[in-house]
């Protein structure tokens, strides 16, 4: 039984590595001598506060924690934005977009070790896989933990390799499965799935997860209720009280907890001239205003996010 009495149902779809969903071209040689390589590591629905409660020693040895805003309260349309260059923003006042968008992105200088990057380099495709690999030649890598992000989705362009892991928390599986080549630079995106509901770490038996009707498996099951082309109501299960909820807030606050030994493993394995940031996708809601979980919820703690980056070595 999970913490709150409830069984578990297994929702997550094993999918194969598959690579980009359009035909890659050849690969050029690097554009520059002395590239980085460059990984972003997403992770998923951890909010800003909840990563300062646990204090991740290691995480924060890349550089100072910036409370940040994502440009979506939901997990596919920010990494569509984060892919497209567009990471968490500052939210900075009399500043107009165009500027603010100008600066952060010039940051990608330093990010790949390049010059001149601008953002009309990402022009006409706007997505950051494709110039990476097309352009500049990189090795192109996606490791996803959330099924609305498997490789047959729109998300997978312009990448060598892209799989969604056999388990949505375990973020040292896909450590196992990084490799850096020293002919070409390697762009590696880790969604990591620890901090997204139920909060799990990776030796928790299922059956002791917390269990919230309609949140697993939540498209698997959408056209359930549908009979005829109508809704069937069913009577609406009961919202967790603040108690239970303060109880999930503490179980995600533990995975970063967790995490911090995982990123000490990442740390040990990446080459040198590695920069690394490490944000979310969005947020999460544990009550505040009657809200929990995230999607379509419009809340600053859904939006407030942790950003930090830099290089370990």
Same mark, same amino acid.
Request: charged letters at 25%; a negative charge.
């Given at each position: *039984?999970?913490?709150?009495?409830?069984?578990?149902?297994?929702?997550?779809?094993?999918?194969?590595?598959?690579?980009?969903?359009?035909?890659?071209?050849?690969?050029?040689?690097?554009?520059?001598?002395? *590239?980085?390589?460059?990984?972003?590591?997403?992770?998923?629905?951890?909010?800003?506060?909840?990563?300062?409660?646990?204090?991740?020693?290691?995480?924060?040895?890349?550089?100072?924690?910036?409370?940040?805003?994502?440009?979506?309260?939901?997990?596919?349309?920010?990494?569509?934005?984060?892919?497209?260059?567009?990471?968490?923003?500052?939210?900075?006042?009399?500043?107009?977009?165009?500027?603010?968008?100008?600066?952060?992105?010039?940051?990608?200088?330093?990010?790949?070790?390049?010059?001149?990057?601008?953002?009309?380099?990402?022009?006409?495709? =706007?997505?950051?896989?494709?110039?990476?690999?097309?352009?500049?030649?990189?090795?192109?890598?996606?490791?996803?933990? =959330?099924?609305?992000?498997?490789?047959?989705?729109?998300?997978?362009?312009?990448?060598? *390799?892209?799989? =969604?892991?056999?388990?949505?928390?375990?973020?040292?599986?896909?450590?196992?499965?990084?490799?850096?080549?020293?002919?070409?630079?390697?762009?590696?995106?880790?969604?990591?799935?620890?901090?997204?509901?139920?909060?799990?770490?990776?030796?928790?038996?299922?059956?002791?997860?917390?269990?919230?009707?309609?949140?697993?498996?939540?498209?698997?099951?959408?056209?359930?209720?549908?009979?005829?082309?109508?809704?069937?109501?069913?009577?609406?299960?009961?919202?967790?009280?603040?108690?239970?909820?303060?109880?999930?807030?503490?179980?995600?606050?533990?995975? %970063?907890?967790?995490?911090?030994?995982?990123?000490?493993?990442?740390?040990?394995?990446?080459?040198?001239?590695?920069?690394?940031? %490490?944000?979310?996708?969005?947020?999460?809601?544990?009550?505040?205003?009657?809200?929990?979980?995230?999607?379509?919820?419009?809340?600053?703690?859904?939006?407030?996010?942790?950003?930090?980056?830099?290089?370990?070595?």
């Amino acid at each position: *039984m999970g913490i709150f009495g409830q069984k578990k149902e297994s929702a997550h779809i094993s999918a194969p590595i598959i690579k980009s969903t359009f035909a890659l071209p050849p690969r050029p040689a690097p554009a520059f001598p002395n *590239m980085n390589n460059y990984i972003i590591v997403i992770l998923d629905s951890c909010r800003y506060d909840t990563f300062m409660a646990a204090m991740p020693k290691t995480i924060m040895n890349l550089g100072d924690v910036e409370c940040r805003y994502s440009y979506a309260s939901w997990t596919a349309p920010s990494h569509y934005n984060l892919l497209m260059g567009l990471l968490p923003h500052t939210s900075p006042a009399n500043v107009y977009a165009s500027e603010y968008y100008k600066k952060d992105f010039i940051r990608f200088n330093e990010r790949f070790g390049v010059k001149e990057f601008e953002f009309k380099n990402l022009v006409p495709q =706007l997505y950051l896989p494709p110039f990476l690999r097309n352009k500049l030649g990189f090795k192109t890598h996606a490791m996803v933990s =959330l099924p609305v992000l498997n490789p047959k989705t729109p998300i997978n362009v312009g990448f060598d *390799m892209f799989k =969604l892991m056999d388990k949505h928390n375990d973020m040292a599986a896909m450590l196992d499965e990084m490799e850096f080549s020293q002919d070409y630079p390697s762009f590696y995106i880790l969604n990591v799935g620890e901090t997204h509901y139920p909060y799990a770490l990776p030796d928790e038996p299922e059956n002791e997860w917390p269990r919230i009707s309609g949140v697993h498996g939540v498209f698997k099951h959408l056209d359930d209720h549908i009979v005829g082309g109508k809704l069937v109501e069913e009577e609406s299960e009961k919202f967790f009280n603040q108690e239970k909820l303060d109880q999930l807030k503490e179980r995600q606050i533990n995975t %970063v907890k967790y995490l911090d030994g995982v990123f000490e493993k990442l740390f040990d394995i990446v080459p040198k001239n590695t920069f690394i940031t %490490v944000t979310s996708d969005h947020g999460e809601l544990f009550g505040e205003e009657g809200y929990f979980g995230h999607g379509p919820i419009m809340h600053s703690k859904v939006f407030e996010v942790p950003f930090l980056e830099g290089k370990i070595r």
